[in-house]
Protein backbone atom coordinates (compact mmCIF):
# COMPACT_ATOMS: atom_id res chain seq x y z
CA UNK A 1 0.00 0.00 0.00
CA UNK A 2 1.46 3.50 -0.97
CA UNK A 3 1.77 6.21 1.58
CA UNK A 4 -0.39 8.18 0.32
CA UNK A 5 -3.51 5.35 0.44
CA UNK A 6 -2.28 4.68 4.07
CA UNK A 7 -2.16 8.45 4.91
CA UNK A 8 -5.49 8.93 3.20
CA UNK A 9 -7.12 5.76 5.23
CA UNK A 10 -5.47 7.93 8.58
CA UNK A 11 -7.01 11.10 7.49
CA UNK A 12 -10.71 9.31 7.54
CA UNK A 13 -10.07 7.21 10.52
CA UNK A 14 -9.10 10.11 12.73
CA UNK A 15 -11.92 12.35 10.86
CA UNK A 16 -14.55 9.95 11.89
CA UNK A 17 -13.00 9.41 15.47
CA UNK A 18 -13.02 13.28 16.04
CA UNK A 19 -16.80 13.58 14.40
CA UNK A 20 -17.91 10.78 16.57
CA UNK A 21 -16.85 12.17 19.99
CA UNK A 22 -18.74 15.33 18.95
CA UNK A 23 -21.85 13.32 17.91
CA UNK A 24 -21.82 11.32 20.84
CA UNK A 25 -21.23 13.98 23.25
CA UNK A 26 -24.38 16.42 21.52
CA UNK A 27 -27.83 17.24 22.84
CA UNK A 28 -30.17 18.45 19.97
CA UNK A 29 -33.77 19.57 19.35
CA UNK A 30 -36.24 17.61 17.61
CA UNK A 31 -37.50 19.66 14.77
CA UNK A 32 -41.26 20.25 14.10
CA UNK A 33 -41.18 18.45 11.23
CA UNK A 34 -38.77 15.92 10.66
CA UNK A 35 -38.71 13.80 7.31
CA UNK A 36 -34.92 12.56 6.67
CA UNK A 37 -34.19 9.66 7.73
CA UNK A 38 -31.48 8.77 10.53
CA UNK A 39 -27.89 7.42 9.19
CA UNK A 40 -25.89 4.86 10.50
CA UNK A 41 -22.25 3.80 10.08
CA UNK A 42 -20.76 0.06 11.00
CA UNK A 43 -16.59 -0.40 10.13
CA UNK A 44 -15.04 -3.79 11.00
CA UNK A 45 -11.49 -3.74 11.08
CA UNK A 46 -9.09 -6.88 11.38
CA UNK A 47 -7.73 -10.35 9.45
CA UNK A 48 -6.13 -7.52 7.42
CA UNK A 49 -9.83 -6.04 6.74
CA UNK A 50 -10.93 -2.70 6.64
CA UNK A 51 -14.75 -1.21 5.73
CA UNK A 52 -16.93 0.94 6.47
CA UNK A 53 -21.04 0.31 5.55
CA UNK A 54 -23.24 3.24 5.60
CA UNK A 55 -26.77 4.12 4.57
CA UNK A 56 -26.07 4.48 1.08
CA UNK A 57 -24.44 0.78 0.99
CA UNK A 58 -25.56 -1.96 -1.31
CA UNK A 59 -26.27 -4.24 1.20
CA UNK A 60 -27.88 -6.55 -1.61
CA UNK A 61 -25.39 -6.60 -4.10
CA UNK A 62 -22.98 -8.72 -2.02
CA UNK A 63 -21.64 -10.54 1.48
CA UNK A 64 -19.08 -10.05 3.86
CA UNK A 65 -16.95 -13.51 4.57
CA UNK A 66 -15.51 -13.06 8.05
CA UNK A 67 -12.67 -15.79 9.33
CA UNK A 68 -13.90 -17.82 12.13
CA UNK A 69 -12.02 -17.29 15.17
CA UNK A 70 -10.52 -14.10 13.79
CA UNK A 71 -9.93 -11.11 15.87
CA UNK A 72 -12.27 -7.90 14.09
CA UNK A 73 -12.51 -4.65 15.93
CA UNK A 74 -15.84 -3.03 15.09
CA UNK A 75 -16.88 0.53 15.46
CA UNK A 76 -21.37 1.15 14.86
CA UNK A 77 -23.34 4.24 15.19
CA UNK A 78 -26.39 6.21 14.72
CA UNK A 79 -27.22 9.10 14.24
CA UNK A 80 -30.07 11.71 13.06
CA UNK A 81 -29.90 15.81 13.32
CA UNK A 82 -33.80 15.46 15.13
CA UNK A 83 -32.77 13.17 17.87
CA UNK A 84 -32.27 9.80 17.42
CA UNK A 85 -34.95 7.46 19.69
CA UNK A 86 -33.02 3.78 19.44
CA UNK A 87 -30.31 1.99 17.39
CA UNK A 88 -30.12 -1.44 17.22
CA UNK A 89 -27.75 -4.17 15.94
CA UNK A 90 -28.84 -7.15 15.83
CA UNK A 91 -26.69 -10.63 15.16
CA UNK A 92 -27.24 -14.64 15.43
CA UNK A 93 -26.15 -15.60 19.22
CA UNK A 94 -24.40 -18.66 18.29
CA UNK A 95 -22.40 -17.03 15.55
CA UNK A 96 -20.29 -14.17 17.24
CA UNK A 97 -18.72 -13.80 20.36
CA UNK A 98 -18.22 -10.37 22.00
CA UNK A 99 -14.50 -10.38 23.56
CA UNK A 100 -15.13 -7.12 25.04
CA UNK A 101 -17.93 -5.84 27.09
CA UNK A 102 -20.90 -3.71 25.91
CA UNK A 103 -20.85 -0.47 27.65
CA UNK A 104 -23.61 1.77 29.10
CA UNK A 105 -25.99 3.09 27.91
CA UNK A 106 -26.52 0.41 25.34
CA UNK A 107 -28.12 -2.75 26.61
CA UNK A 108 -28.08 -6.72 24.91
CA UNK A 109 -30.91 -8.67 25.24
CA UNK A 110 -31.11 -12.41 23.81
CA UNK A 111 -33.67 -14.22 22.85
CA UNK A 112 -31.59 -17.10 22.01
CA UNK A 113 -31.56 -17.14 18.57
CA UNK A 114 -30.67 -13.86 18.18
CA UNK A 115 -28.93 -11.46 20.36
CA UNK A 116 -29.91 -7.53 20.12
CA UNK A 117 -27.78 -4.65 21.51
CA UNK A 118 -29.71 -1.29 21.72
CA UNK A 119 -29.38 2.32 22.80
CA UNK A 120 -32.44 4.25 23.23
CA UNK A 121 -32.32 7.83 23.40
CA UNK A 122 -34.74 10.21 25.64
CA UNK A 123 -37.71 12.68 23.94
CA UNK A 124 -36.87 15.29 26.69
CA UNK A 125 -32.96 15.21 26.07
CA UNK A 126 -32.44 14.34 22.71
CA UNK A 127 -29.40 13.22 21.92
CA UNK A 128 -28.00 13.53 17.72
CA UNK A 129 -26.23 10.06 18.30
CA UNK A 130 -24.85 7.37 19.99
CA UNK A 131 -21.82 5.27 19.17
CA UNK A 132 -20.58 1.64 20.53
CA UNK A 133 -17.13 0.12 19.79
CA UNK A 134 -16.07 -3.61 20.33
CA UNK A 135 -13.80 -6.59 19.37
CA UNK A 136 -15.77 -9.97 17.99
CA UNK A 137 -15.04 -12.89 17.21
CA UNK A 138 -17.14 -14.92 14.80
CA UNK A 139 -17.84 -18.54 14.92
CA UNK A 140 -19.28 -21.42 13.07
CA UNK A 141 -17.59 -22.97 10.27
CA UNK A 142 -19.82 -22.20 6.73
CA UNK A 143 -22.38 -20.13 8.50
CA UNK A 144 -24.42 -17.60 6.69
CA UNK A 145 -26.05 -15.46 8.63
CA UNK A 146 -26.86 -11.61 8.86
CA UNK A 147 -26.00 -8.46 11.13
CA UNK A 148 -29.27 -6.38 10.92
CA UNK A 149 -29.07 -2.69 11.96
CA UNK A 150 -31.73 -0.14 12.70
CA UNK A 151 -31.89 3.01 13.84
CA UNK A 152 -34.89 5.28 14.65
CA UNK A 153 -35.66 8.98 14.89
CA UNK A 154 -38.20 10.61 17.33
CA UNK A 155 -40.19 12.25 13.80
CA UNK A 156 -40.32 15.58 15.01
CA UNK A 157 -43.36 17.30 16.93
CA UNK A 158 -45.60 15.01 15.11
CA UNK A 159 -43.64 11.80 16.32
CA UNK A 160 -43.76 10.43 13.05
CA UNK A 161 -40.43 8.11 13.60
CA UNK A 162 -38.34 7.85 10.10
CA UNK A 163 -36.54 4.08 10.53
CA UNK A 164 -33.72 3.01 8.67
CA UNK A 165 -33.41 -1.23 8.24
CA UNK A 166 -30.31 -2.31 6.64
CA UNK A 167 -28.92 -6.04 6.89
CA UNK A 168 -25.50 -7.12 6.09
CA UNK A 169 -25.04 -10.68 4.44
CA UNK A 170 -22.59 -12.75 6.57
CA UNK A 171 -20.66 -16.01 5.89
CA UNK A 172 -18.24 -17.67 8.39
CA UNK A 173 -15.68 -19.73 8.19
CA UNK A 174 -12.05 -21.11 7.03
CA UNK A 175 -11.31 -18.50 4.45
CA UNK A 176 -10.23 -15.15 4.02
CA UNK A 177 -11.56 -11.98 5.38
CA UNK A 178 -13.19 -10.12 1.75
CA UNK A 179 -16.49 -8.55 0.52
CA UNK A 180 -17.53 -11.07 -2.45
CA UNK A 181 -19.62 -9.33 -4.63
CA UNK A 182 -22.87 -10.88 -6.38
Not at 2 to 28: E, Y
Not at 63 to 71: F, H, I, S, T
Not at 116 to 144: D, F, K, V
Amino acid sequence: MKNKDKFSILRATTLFLIAAVLLQACDTEIPDVDTEPPTFRFQIQGDGFDQTFDEDTDFDSFQLNLREDARYNITFSGADLGGVKHIQWQYATDYVEFETSIPSPWTTRSSGLSTSINWYGNRSNPQTGMILTASIRPNGENISHAFNFMVKDFGGASAMENTLFKSLNIYSGNHNTEIIRF
